[in-house]
């Protein structure tokens, strides 16, 4: 059982930041990646950015720049800081982990956060 919380969304006006947050908790024996992805009313679904064990990132053409993903593995803990926002930022994020899990066995399984809404004003 692995349970991600999110929060830090909000309301900002165009050019404006926020930085949102993840933890996962339970049974963790590792987590291999972590990262978010977005979703607008009528758009499909995007990839955000992934950050991997190593500190690897990697962003969306649309965000590069702008977004920024870091995480504190003591914590089970990531960050996703976003600047210089812009109207078509606008979305549901949702924080999702690859987690190595599992009590008397390990196994890998993604989990998700339960979304939290970014709308950026012109």
């Known amino acids: 059982q692995v349970q991600l919380v999110e929060s830090g969304g909000g309301l900002v006006q165009a050019g404006g930041s926020l930085r949102a947050s993840c933890a996962a908790s339970g049974i963790i024996r590792s987590i291999n990646a972590m990262g978010w992805y977005r979703q607008a009313p009528g758009k499909q679904r995007e990839l955000v950015a992934v950050?991997?064990?190593?500190?690897?990132?990697n962003y969306a053409d649309s965000v590069k720049g702008r977004f920024t993903i870091s995480r504190d593995n003591a914590k089970n803990t990531w960050y996703l800081q976003m600047n210089s926002l812009k109207p078509e930022d606008t979305a549901v994020y949702y924080c999702f982990a690859d987690v190595l899990t599992g009590n008397s066995y390990s196994y890998s399984a993604n989990f998700w956060g339960q979304g939290t809404q970014v709308t950026v004003s012109s």
């Open positions: 950050i991997t064990s190593d500190g690897s990132t």
